[in-house]
């Protein structure tokens, strides 16, 4: 498969085409991206690496961090995680109250904000410096000890943060928060702000390609069973209320980020990053998605 050449077409055909949206300005510091950005990167499991546009770019990583936060929960707690989070999908926004009341402050999924808040508490509860431990775990399986928090984003978000402290202090009147809300809040708030390139983001989603093991070294990080269960919550629930329309344009496990970010996976065949900071009303990327559509249809692959 000649990926580059794929590549090259999309992005002539994107570059013809009007995109709307808007960048998440309901968190001011991401608002101060550029929203004409636009990178793709596609990493190989036999090796290739193929990309267009700005994919060596840092963005905010957002809500892709909760795919790496519910990988080291399941690490810690195992099955038991599935006690204080569902998986089904949400089929309402991704910061929405209005399930928690009804389902006594059980998520719905834990790519949901409710639901990697109980993921980001099960985490304090077992990590001794939880941000640092954390980070340290982005980094080794990513293989770059440069990646950091964006300390002015993860601020921002926690002055404008009222969502996500409504969502938690619902959770804890229902005993499925166990530690400080505030101190849930900042580890949550911090993870997010993680910065990451296409390229880095690319590189890490391969432990999902390649059924839990890091392609770099073969060391498991996962079961095939936990990789399994990761990969189908992501291609039902990866998209907040818009996974449906996800799995139907694209046929890929994957899940995004309001900083513009879609990581996406082929199963033992590539993961592919998509950044492009304007959303839809789903808060999805417009653009991103669009490219990935024409992957899977150029390619002629996808999961289907």
């Known amino acids: 498969m000649d990926y580059q050449k794929i590549l090259d077409e999309i992005d002539s055909e994107l570059s013809t ?47 892709i961090s909760k795919v790496f936060s519910l ?8 099955k038991a995680t599935w006690k204080r989070v569902d998986v089904e999908p949400s089929g309402d926004p991704f910061n929405s109250l209005v399930q928690l009341e009804h389902e006594n402050g059980i998520p719905r999924n834990p790519l949901i904000n409710a639901g990697a808040l109980v993921v980001s508490d ?17 980094r ?13 984003v993860a601020a921002s978000e926690k002055k404008w943060g009222f969502r996500n402290s409504a969502l938690i202090n619902l959770m804890k009147s229902f005993g499925n ?34 059924h839990g093991c890091l392609l770099l070294n073969n060391e498991r ?49 590539y993961s592919v990053v998509v950044w492009s900071p304007k959303l839809n009303p789903k808060g999805n990327s417009s653009m991103g998605m669009a490219a990935l559509e024409l992957l899977t249809t150029k390619s002629g692959l996808s999961i289907f």
């Open 17 to 63: 085409t009007q995109f709307n949206g808007k960048v998440a300005s309901y968190i001011p510091e991401l608002a101060n991206v550029p929203a004409d950005q636009f990178g793709m990167h596609i990493c190989c499991m036999q090796g290739g690496n193929y990309a267009i546009g700005a994919h060596s770019t840092p963005f905010s990583i957002q809500s």
């Open 71 to 78: 990988t080291l929960a399941l690490l810690y707690e195992g």
């Open 221 to 269: 990080i996962l079961t095939k069973t936990q990789a399994k269960r990761i990969n189908a919550i992501m291609q039902t629930c990866g998209f907040y209320d818009e996974a449906g329309e996800f799995s139907f344009r694209v046929g890929l496990p994957g899940k995004s980020g309001v900083g513009g970010g879609i990581a996406a996976i082929h199963p033992g065949a």
């Open 140 to 152: 080794k399986i990513s293989g770059n000890p440069k990646i950091d928090f964006n300390l002015k």
């Open 122 to 138: 099960i985490l304090v509860s077992h990590l001794e410096n939880p941000k640092k431990d954390y980070l340290a775990f982005i």
């Open 177 to 210: 928060i166990k530690n400080d809300v505030e101190e849930v809040l900042d580890f949550y708030f911090h993870k997010c702000s993680i910065e990451m390139s296409c390229q880095t983001l690319a590189q890490t989603f391969l432990l999902y390609a390649n």
